[in-house]
């Protein structure tokens, strides 16, 4: 059966809307809850994970190469989630870095934003002003994250099979809607996709522990087979490349490794660069 | 009964999922029609709209003020259809030209690039790289129109309620979630929103008949209660004094007209 992945502009209503989706279909809920397992798994503090998240790297936040490794931890847990199929996920991202998977099922869902301040409004105190600013505010950076993190605009709509926007449809209507797609025949699992998705388990699970090593790795799984590219000096290609393949020949599943020296990462789109 | 408005790129497949949305509902599905009824009756050849609807103003079009007047009458056109309930408009700008109206559903119908340039090559019989720069240019200019006019990017997802991408969603997909949305209570027709269309049919109207010599002007309308906003230089012309006799005595609809003289203008005036 399909998965759902859940995007949303406020972090309540994706979460609202994932959970009754679940509820509807019967599928599994992922969300933020799996960062607890990241946090033993990695020793990291769930706050850094959050972080990872929701902000770009500053001077005074997380650097760069932490960023990368935190938001790589969590999608290795993510993907391992997603394998098992029937699954209702939101709030990890996993619409950013899962592509190419056509029996996901990818809705973006615009809250109302009167409905949204004033219940905020209500919960956290303070002039509905301010919080309309900060919503707004909120979105832009989010926005700049999404482009820092992964090379992909999530307010895109063309990353999404749908977008719903909450003012006049209402929760349950939309539920229904996103319900009602798993069944439909273009988002059901087949051989090839369901492989692209272990294809993507194995490559982000390489990724994490060559990460430790060589920050700026990017990996790419075909089968048993994973190709590594690495940015590595000419005079030690040979050294680091024995390296990488003696760690990444030791993940389960790993038959094959091929290392490819590059000079500078191209930019490009979402995983296939990452 | 609803109005919908589907906003769509080229080659996006929008065209058929709007004539199949009124084929399944039993709605008037126009496009093209609103430029022949004001082409009609503006006298001003299609052609001219055609451009004023499809390309962004050049900066003499600013100076001239062509296109924000070709606008007013095609907006008047479209507004004066959609009174009548029970369309499916698939034209450019839908969700802008009926702002403000509740029971109009506002769809945005996107494709893949590679789709598009894939249709574009078999209709122009063109190369990849030139059918691709083809459409990027259209989009742009689309995009340019709609913020050198309104202000706003029409691919800002929250100015629709529903965005169809068409490529694992197919045409069929899109038509059934368009048209259960559509006979939700919520786009039903209410008397105040036939109301409030009723309002916007007339306040367009009443800028249209004015815009020609008075470009800038705003109106709205409440209950049939038409309200001109003009800047200070406009307010004792006596030409404006007696379009506005003609306009009372020509339209239907108009309770009282008023004209308010360097005040704030509501957001909702056209």
């Not at chain 1, 919080?131 to 994250?145: A, D, E, G, P, T």
């Not at chain 2, 990027?136 to 990017?153: C, I, N, Q, T």
């Not at chain 2, 815009?211 to 309200?227: A, K």
Request: hydrophobic share 40%.
């Amino acid at each position: 059966m399909p998965i759902i992945i859940i995007s949303s502009d406020s972090y309540k209503t994706g979460r609202e809307i994932s959970k009754k989706i679940a509820e509807a279909t019967g599928y599994d809920y992922v969300d933020r809850e799996i960062l607890d397992t990241v946090t033993k798994k990695f020793n990291f503090q769930e706050g850094q994970l959050i972080k990872a998240l929701e902000e770009t790297p500053s001077l005074f936040g997380l650097s760069g190469r932490l960023r990368n490794r935190l938001l790589a931890c969590i999608e290795e847990a993510t993907v391992e989630k997603l394998l098992k199929d029937n699954v209702v996920c939101h709030g990890l991202a996993a619409h950013l870095y899962v592509l190419d998977v056509s029996h996901v099922i990818k809705v973006r869902v615009l809250s109302d934003p009167d409905k949204l301040v004033s219940r905020l409004s209500s919960e956290a105190g303070g002039p509905a002003d301010k919080i309309k600013i900060s919503l707004k505010s909120n979105v832009k950076k989010h926005k700049r994250w999404s482009l820092d993190a992964f090379g992909l605009d999530e307010t895109d709509p063309s990353n999404y099979d749908m977008v719903m926007n909450l003012s006049q449809i209402d929760l349950d209507e939309a539920t229904k809607n996103i319900a009602g797609m798993t069944v439909y025949r273009k988002f059901q699992p087949i051989t090839y996709s369901t492989n692209c998705l272990k294809n993507k388990n194995l490559a982000s699970r390489a990724r994490v522990v060559l990460m430790e090593q060589f920050p700026d790795v990017k990996v790419k799984a075909d089968g048993s087979t994973i190709v590594v590219e690495a940015k590595i000096k000419k005079r030690s290609k040979q050294k680091i490349a024995g390296m990488i393949k003696k760690l990444a020949g030791g993940i389960n599943g790993v038959d094959y490794v091929e290392v490819h020296a590059v000079s500078d990462f191209r930019s490009g789109k979402g995983d296939l660069n990452r | 009964m609803a109005i919908i408005t589907i906003s769509r790129g080229s080659y996006s497949n929008g065209k058929k999922v709007a004539e199949k949305v009124a084929e399944r509902l039993g709605y008037k599905c126009i496009s093209r029609d609103i430029l022949l009824d004001a082409s009609k009756r503006f006298q001003i050849p299609e052609v001219k709209l055609i451009r004023a609807i499809h390309d962004a103003p050049s900066i003499l079009d600013r100076f001239k003020h062509g296109k924000y007047i070709f606008v007013a009458y095609i907006r008047s056109a479209l507004a004066s259809r959609a009174a009548g309930d029970n369309i499916v408009y698939h034209g450019l700008a839908g969700h802008f030209l009926l702002t403000g109206v509740p029971h109009v559903l506002k769809v945005r119908i996107i494709a893949d690039m590679a789709n598009r340039v894939e249709s574009e090559m078999q209709r122009e019989n063109i190369s990849a790289g030139d059918a691709r720069l083809l459409l990027e240019k259209d989009d742009h200019e689309r995009r340019k129109w709609s913020k050198a006019l309104y202000g706003v990017d029409p691919w800002k997802s929250s100015l629709y309620d529903l965005i169809i991408h068409i490529h694992k969603l197919t045409v069929s997909d899109a038509v059934d979630f368009i048209c259960q949305a559509a006979l939700k209570e919520q786009f039903k027709t209410t008397e105040s929103g036939r109301q409030k269309m009723e309002d916007l049919a007339l306040a367009c109207q009443v800028k249209a008949a004015l815009v020609d010599s008075f470009f800038d002007i705003r109106v709205t309308s409440e209950y049939g209660n038409v309200l001109i906003y003009t800047k200070d230089s406009y307010g004792q012309s006596s030409k404006l004094k007696k379009m506005l006799i003609k306009i009372e005595s020509e339209l239907k609809g108009i309770n009282n007209l008023e004209v308010h003289v360097g005040v704030t203008i509501p957001q909702n005036a056209i």
